[in-house]
């Protein structure tokens, strides 16, 4: 038996979540909302017990840091629209992580496995919704967009080489409670 997706909650972060992220997004500081999710990051993967009482920002913090295949954003909408909670066998494959983010999704999945599905249910809602922010610059040229820049987020040569695969790691069901 499936578990039940809280959309009142959902949209309840992501409104909180989006009045952070618009908060940030000033094109007189361009990089200010990328200062406050990297500084977001530090804090939670040294206390992600801290997200008890500001949960939103975990979906600020992940925003524009991971992606949606096309599949998976069928699957995304169907469990909204359906209020499931996916499984966690469900739910890692339809999320692709940054590199440089998955130590914090280890360490709040760890934390709350149940916290870190809705925070991707919210970032995808960000991502598809009505009130859709606008992507930096390095996301839109990790999405084809006109810059020249180079950076890709979901690329970076210089961290975890080794890495093969974009998306989903196996050490998500190395790493248990």
Known sequence: ?????????????????????????????PDALAKFTDSMKEI?????????????????ALFNRIRFSDEAKIKWASWIDTATLPTWDDFKVTVQFNNADVPLVLAVRKYSEELLIESCAVVYLLNTQDNVVAPTKS???????????????????????????????????????
Not at 2 to 27: C, H, M
Not at 150 to 168: L, S
């Open 139 to 177: 996301f839109a040229s990790s999405e084809g967009g006109d810059s020249d820049d180079g950076y890709d987020p979901y690329n970076n040569d210089d961290e975890q080489q080794g890495e093969d695969e974009e998306g989903y790691y196996d050490q998500y069901d190395d790493e248990e409670s």
């Open 1 to 29: 038996m499936s578990q039940t997706l809280n959309i009142s909650r959902i949209n309840e972060l992501k409104n909180n979540a989006f009045d952070n992220i618009e908060s940030y997004n000033d094109p007189d500081t």
């Open 44 to 60: 939670l993967l040294a206390d992600p017990s801290m997200l008890a009482a500001v949960p939103e920002y975990l979906p600020v």
